[in-house]
């Protein structure tokens, strides 16, 4: 790709970058939130019209204008947020849009040979006839490549791959991504876990502001030099915690049943207990409880059976506002469905939760001048990077909307905060500057209870850790006594 460019109103996406991958290579691409990878992807996958751009395959130009001249080039992508259709079969999703026909009649069988050609390549076995809605996420991401292998990618660009994966999935990834490779595929891995990038990419390119500041190779790769090709600067990798002795306990759940969006059981049992002064992590791949969990906690969704207890008091079925008032903050996993309303502006947004307070109105009517006043202190304690407070909040970077809902829970003072999924989408710094409040808060006696589908993060953050499979507690550690494997097995159903 030769002087690739592309601006969207006020914003420099792309700035004339170059940037080019060997066949049979597996290459990283990082970059902060906003710093053009993905731009620049989806520029080579046709999904965004480039400004100026040259795009060169085998040595000779190539147009690529749409995703299907992109898989015509055998280009293929598959995205965060995968673009399955959950009713159908693992067979015609694979084979949607490009079905193989004999005499105007879909040829079931060659379409089936040909998908397990596909698997027998990548090593992997896949009943062709499940129907997709019933696989866990790391077979539906299977089902993902084996669509763009079928249809003749030899260049695959995958984004934040391992993001769904338990640490043995992401493992057998990276074998399917070396084997591969030994086939003559190349690879382009976007990814924000700089220990996933050195361990499976031949090379790696920072990109930061739109322009690449570097491409290393894996011999000369090293945590800070990234950290600094990205932000500028190294990162904090632990972070400082005192020791903890309360006895205090400010959240309990006992033998909680919660339903899910189905109406089946998707919190089977679970108790655990949350004291003053210390972190409790829940680890698991999503899908198996958590998000039903941290709903019911707060109110949002019935809690069948059990009790939630904050700070002693029974708190099973009250309103969220209830929670609120009872020194509970709630950074949702969700922020546009949860934190935040796009529309409003900066301001507006950082009274959500405030509004009934005497302080901010009074029979109904809102103070402007004490709303800004809030707005203000929020935006300079949180380092919210807004043009004003009265910038509509859809506007603002993922990362500023994070620290904005960040910003607003804990300027709250609460007692209890529930973290769920709470650097989902940051970059290296932003996810460095959630994570240091979270440890601060805990350090002034504050409990956490920090539900995340990154490992690292409840390794790093947690002082005890309760691992989540289908919905069940499946085994409690000390953070003294947890490793990535004991974890996983846990994650995945095993017990240790």
Same mark, same amino acid.
């Given at each position: 790709?030769?002087?690739?460019?592309?601006?969207?109103?006020?914003?420099?996406?792309?700035?004339?970058?170059?940037?080019?991958?060997?066949?049979?290579?597996?290459?990283?691409?990082?970059?902060?939130?906003?710093?053009?990878?993905?731009?620049?992807?989806?520029?080579?996958?046709?999904?965004? &019209?480039?400004?100026?751009?040259?795009?060169?395959?085998?040595?000779?130009?190539?147009?690529?204008?749409?995703?299907?001249?992109?898989?015509?080039?055998?280009?293929?992508?598959?995205?965060?947020?995968?673009?399955?259709?959950?009713?159908?079969?693992?067979?015609?999703?694979?084979?949607?849009?490009?079905?193989?026909?004999?005499?105007?009649?879909?040829?079931?069988?060659?379409?089936?040979?040909?998908?397990?050609?596909?698997?027998?390549?990548?090593?992997?076995?896949?009943?062709?006839?499940?129907?997709?809605?019933?696989?866990?996420?790391?077979?539906?991401?299977?089902?993902?490549?084996?669509?763009?292998?079928?249809?003749?990618?030899?260049?695959?660009?995958?984004?934040?791959?391992?993001?769904?994966?338990?640490?043995?999935?992401?493992?057998?990834?990276?074998?399917?991504?070396?084997?591969?490779?030994?086939?003559? &595929?190349?690879?382009?891995?976007?990814?924000?876990?700089?220990?996933?990038?050195? &361990?499976?990419?031949?090379?790696?390119?920072?990109?930061?502001?739109?322009?690449?500041?570097?491409?290393?190779?894996?011999?000369?790769?090293?945590?800070?030099?990234?950290?600094?090709?990205?932000?500028?600067?190294?990162?904090?990798?632990?972070?400082?915690?005192?020791?903890?002795?309360?006895?205090?306990?400010?959240?309990?759940?006992?033998?909680?049943?919660?339903?899910?969006?189905?109406?089946?059981?998707?919190?089977?049992? =679970?108790?655990?207990?949350?004291?003053?002064?210390?972190?409790?992590?829940?680890?698991?791949?999503?899908?198996?409880?958590?998000?039903?969990? =941290?709903?019911?906690?707060?109110?949002?969704?019935?809690?069948?059976?059990?009790?939630?207890?904050?700070?002693?008091?029974?708190?099973?079925?009250?309103?969220?506002?209830?929670?609120?008032?009872?020194?509970?903050?709630?950074?949702?996993?969700?922020?546009?469905?949860?934190?935040?309303?796009?529309?409003?502006?900066?301001?507006?947004?950082?009274?959500?939760?405030?509004?009934?307070?005497?302080?901010?109105?009074?029979?109904?009517?809102?103070?402007?001048?004490?709303?800004?006043?809030?707005?203000?202190?929020?935006?300079?304690?949180?380092?919210?990077?807004?043009?004003?407070?009265?910038?509509?909040?859809?506007?603002?970077?993922?990362?500023?909307?994070?620290?904005?809902?960040?910003?607003?829970?804990?300027?709250?003072?609460?007692?209890?905060?529930?973290?769920?999924?709470?650097?989902?989408?940051?970059?290296?710094?932003?996810?460095?500057?959630?994570?240091?409040?979270?440890?601060?808060?805990?350090?002034?006696?504050?409990?956490?209870?920090?539900?995340?589908?990154?490992?690292?993060?409840?390794?790093?953050?947690?002082?005890?850790?309760?691992?989540?499979?289908?919905?069940?507690?499946?085994?409690?550690?000390?953070?003294?006594?947890?490793?990535?494997?004991?974890?996983?097995?846990?994650?995945?159903?095993?017990?240790?």
């Amino acid at each position: 790709m030769r002087g690739v460019r592309k601006t969207f109103p006020g914003v420099i996406a792309v700035d004339g970058v170059d940037f080019e991958v060997s066949r049979a290579e597996i290459r990283g691409l990082l970059g902060e939130n906003g710093a053009g990878k993905t731009t620049l992807m989806k520029i080579l996958y046709g999904m965004v &019209t480039p400004d100026s751009c040259k795009i060169y395959l085998n040595g000779t130009e190539a147009h690529i204008r749409s995703p299907s001249d992109a898989i015509s080039n055998q280009i293929g992508m598959v995205h965060q947020h995968f673009t399955l259709v959950p009713p159908l079969s693992v067979l015609e999703n694979v084979i949607l849009g490009l079905e193989p026909v004999s005499n105007g009649m879909l040829d079931t069988q060659k379409a089936l040979e040909q998908l397990q050609l596909l698997c027998k390549s990548t090593g992997w076995s896949m009943d062709p006839n499940s129907p997709v809605e019933q696989l866990p996420v790391g077979l539906q991401q299977r089902v993902e490549i084996l669509k763009a292998l079928f249809r003749g990618a030899k260049l695959l660009i995958l984004d934040e791959p391992t993001s769904v994966l338990t640490p043995l999935e992401t493992r057998e990834l990276f074998q399917t991504l070396q084997r591969l490779k030994e086939q003559g &595929t190349t690879v382009i891995f976007i990814t924000h876990k700089l220990n996933e990038a050195v &361990t499976i990419c031949d090379r790696i390119t920072v990109m930061r502001k739109g322009k690449i500041t570097g491409t290393l190779s894996k011999a000369e790769v090293s945590f800070d030099e990234l950290a600094r090709l990205m932000i500028g600067r190294p990162i904090h990798k632990t972070f400082q915690k005192n020791p903890s002795t309360s006895e205090i306990i400010l959240l309990e759940c006992s033998d909680l049943w919660v339903r899910g969006d189905s109406k089946k059981d998707a919190v089977r049992r =679970v108790s655990l207990v949350v004291r003053s002064g210390e972190i409790v992590g829940i680890a698991g791949v999503e899908g198996n409880g958590q998000t039903e969990l =941290v709903e019911a906690i707060m109110g949002l969704r019935k809690v069948e059976q059990g009790a939630v207890r904050i700070k002693g008091n029974v708190r099973s079925n009250v309103r969220p506002l209830d929670v609120i008032n009872s020194g509970v903050a709630h950074i949702p996993e969700n922020r546009h469905e949860r934190g935040l309303i796009l529309d409003f502006i900066v301001s507006e947004n950082t009274l959500l939760g405030f509004q009934f307070r005497n302080e901010f109105s009074t029979r109904g009517i809102l103070s402007k001048h004490s709303i800004l006043e809030l707005a203000n202190k929020i935006i300079r304690a949180f380092n919210v990077i807004t043009p004003s407070t009265k910038t509509l909040t859809k506007n603002l970077s993922g990362g500023n909307q994070q620290k904005l809902v960040a910003g607003r829970e804990l300027s709250r003072s609460p007692d209890l905060i529930i973290a769920a999924q709470p650097t989902r989408g940051l970059d290296l710094a932003g996810t460095e500057y959630i994570q240091s409040l979270l440890v601060q808060a805990r350090n002034e006696g504050k409990g956490v209870l920090l539900v995340s589908a990154d490992l690292d993060e409840v390794l790093n953050l947690s002082d005890r850790i309760l691992v989540m499979y289908e919905g069940r507690v499946a085994g409690e550690l000390h953070a003294s006594e947890a490793t990535e494997e004991t974890i996983g097995k846990l994650m995945g159903g095993v017990h240790a």
